[in-house]
Nanobody
């Protein structure tokens, strides 16, 4: 059974930091490109960041570039999202999913999400 389990969300003040984790099981994690997406209340899904197999390259949305960093630890089957200088507009449910944004297979597997709330 494929599972993606996110953790690390919570309430943080503007300007603060959080690190999200996503532990994968049930598929060959190291062979998959991976992504983070988010969905704010009342809005559609928004791509955040993607990382290539082996970590050899990553891409991020302009809204988070310079503040968020995606990384992976294939030995631990874990995907990370380091989020710095958080803004209220970053408030959303964050999901990890398989695939590279805009490529075939994007979203084949998806986790249940972790909530990030940025508020003073």
């Amino acid at each position: 059974e494929v599972q993606l389990v996110e953790s690390g969300g919570g309430l943080v003040q503007p300007g603060g930091s959080l690190t999200l984790s996503c532990v994968a099981s049930g598929f060959a994690f190291g062979n998959y490109e991976m992504s983070w997406v988010r969905q704010a209340p009342g809005k559609g899904p928004e791509w955040v960041s993607s990382i290539k197999v082996g970590g050899y390259g990553s891409y991020s949305a302009s809204s988070v570039k310079g503040r968020f960093t995606i990384s992976r630890d294939d030995a631990r089957n874990t995907l990370y999202l380091q989020m710095n200088n958080l803004k209220e507009e970053d408030t959303a449910e964050y999901y990890c999913q398989s695939g590279m944004y805009g490529s075939p297979g994007y979203g084949e597997f998806r986790g249940q999400g972790t909530q990030v709330t940025v508020s003073s």
